[in-house]
């Protein structure tokens, strides 16, 4: 069983920064990537930043240069630095990890959340 846990989200002020955190717990075979989505109320989750398990590493372009992912060798513990944030940065953002045995699957936390306003 997988659990996924989701810390640092808070207010910040426009240009600022914050770096948020994923806590893993449970089995890690068969995993393909894990990363981070973001959503905001009445739209879609987007996929902000990802890293796979082969180390390449995916941020959608709104992001980048902005946004920084990392992780633990033991996939444990996942990172989102954000850099630079602008308003339309705030969301919900989510943990997540993709895994591909024994069966596909998504495991999801319950999130946490960054405000960017003046």
């Known amino acids: 069983q997988v659990q996924l846990v989701e810390s640092g989200g808070g207010l910040v002020q426009p240009g600022g920064s914050l770096t948020l955190s994923c806590t893993a717990s449970?089995?890690?075979?068969?995993?393909?990537?894990m990363g981070w989505y973001r959503q905001v109320p009445g739209q879609q989750r987007e996929l902000v930043a990802s890293v796979t398990n082969g180390g390449s590493t995916h941020y959608v372009d709104s992001v980048k240069g902005r946004f920084t992912i990392s992780k633990d060798n033991g996939w444990n513990l996942v990172y989102l630095q954000m850099n630079s944030l602008e308003p339309e940065d705030t969301a919900v953002y989510y943990c997540?990890?993709?895994?591909?045995?024994?069966?596909?699957?998504?495991?999801w936390g319950h999130g946490t959340q960054v405000t960017v306003s003046s």
């Open positions: 997540y990890r993709q895994s591909g045995w024994p069966t596909a699957r998504l495991y």
């Open positions: 449970g089995s890690i075979s068969g995993i393909v990537a």
